[in-house]
């Protein structure tokens, strides 16, 4: 079986690190890196994705990562792709499910068993 490949889009390089790293020893995942919402989204049309993580603020250029939410959500082609908030505030995923997106997980919980379950539902 191929590795799932997994998107991650506005995280600084370290928290980038934390994702790859736990998203690949738990799932055996590929993590990609997106800088910004054009390269994610020019990503997304180019290659194949099995998770979108996005970042609540986009650490390149400072953006909310919702707009990047409801772009996919809104895009016939890409919305067959599951996508994640990355944040801590309760408030903002809440947000970003309603934009379309699933039940994320903030960098907080990177590793524990609710953020695990969640990310397994996508990935397995």
């Given amino acids: 079986m191929a590795a799932k490949r997994v998107l991650s889009v506005g995280q600084c390089f370290a928290d980038h690190c934390a994702i790859a790293r736990t998203l690949q020893e738990h799932f055996g995942a590929e993590v990609v890196p997106a800088d910004d919402a054009g390269e994610a989204l020019a990503r997304l049309r ?3 994705f ?5 970042n ?7 953006a909310q990562g919702v707009e990047l ?10 919305r067959r792709v599951p996508v994640m908030l990355v944040s801590n505030h309760d408030d903002s995923q809440r947000q970003a499910v309603a934009c379309g997106a699933v ?3 903030g960098k907080a919980a990177l590793g524990q068993p609710q953020m695990l379950g969640r990310v397994k539902r996508v990935l397995e």
């Fill in 46 to 48: 180019e290659e194949t």
């Fill in 50 to 54: 099995d998770l979108v993580l996005v």
């Fill in 56 to 62: 609540r603020i986009l650490d390149r250029d400072g």
């Fill in 69 to 78: 939410v409801k772009e996919i959500a809104a895009d016939d082609e890409l």
């Fill in 103 to 105: 039940a994320g997980f």
